[in-house]
């Protein structure tokens, strides 16, 4: 009997490893949970058609009425081989694999007996609206200060044909790297800051100094990794070098605790 594997759908680089922090954050919990996964890799060209060939959920909708498709998407064959779950949104695709794959995946176990084993939680329970506000604060907050760096450097990464798809004649202006990049990572560095003082008070009896509840990797964490994986990919000697310095090397430390988790199949 053949193991079925979730699909996790992803965009492609010029790097060895993939770097969207968006769909880091499924993957990292993937590999917490140890479950059965493999990459399937979809230049930005291609994406929205592939998505609606396996019926996947647009994740939002242009003010026209048109339909947006993006990744992260997932298909999950694992309960229901004949009726496979297409899930897209990171939010909802960690919410449901939490829900779905409460404890550490067996395969045997599930196929036999439904049992899990070592559970390894990312929404402790009471704090999944709690965990639902940090991301949205990593995602619109946190990683703003990072977009004029970062995007146009992940755009020079990209395959040639995904680069064009983004490019109308003109370069766009999101596009072109910011003239004064010690002034942008300041400006970087004024959130980590903030992010470290706040995440201090989970330290000595409430917690380890590294994660952001307490002891135990989250789905926080995950979304602060996340990010910290894009500028280590995209930007490892102009960015990565001096955050993995910032703030007591706190930053470097909780990579360290996500290492483990950092495997791509």
Aim: proline share 9%; glycine share 6%; net charge negative.
């Amino acid at each position: 009997m053949s193991q079925p594997m979730i699909i996790l759908y992803d965009v492609p680089s010029n790097s060895p490893q993939p770097w969207a922090p968006n769909i880091w954050r499924v993957r990292l919990i993937l590999n917490f949970k140890r479950l059965p996964y493999r990459t399937t890799w979809v230049d930005f060209p291609d994406i929205e058609e592939t998505l609606r060939g396996i019926g996947a959920p647009p994740t939002s909708v242009r003010n026209d009425g048109r339909p947006v498709f993006s990744l992260p998407v997932i298909v999950d064959p694992i309960r229901s081989p004949q009726a496979p779950i297409v899930l897209s949104n990171a939010s909802h695709i960690a919410e449901y694999l939490e829900v779905t794959y409460p404890g550490q995946y067996n395969f045997l176990s599930a196929i036999l007996i439904s049992e899990q084993f070592a559970a390894r939680q990312v929404f402790p329970e009471g704090s999944r609206a709690l965990q639902a506000l940090f991301v949205h604060y990593i995602q619109e907050i946190f990683a703003k200060p990072l977009l004029p760096i970062m995007v146009p450097l992940s755009h020079q990464r990209l395959p040639e044909r995904s680069q064009t798809h983004f490019l109308s004649g003109t370069t766009p202006s999101y596009l072109s790297v910011p003239p004064e990049r010690e002034q942008a990572w300041s400006a970087v560095q004024e959130q980590f800051d903030f992010l470290a003082n706040i995440l201090d008070k989970n330290s000595g009896t409430d917690g380890d100094g590294v994660v952001s509840m307490g002891h135990e990797l989250t789905y926080a964490d995950f979304a602060i990794v996340s990010v910290l994986i894009w500028i280590e990919k995209v930007a490892p000697h102009d960015g990565w070098v001096r955050i993995r310095q910032w703030n007591g090397g706190r930053w470097g430390k909780l990579w360290e605790r996500c290492k483990s988790c950092m495997d791509v199949f």
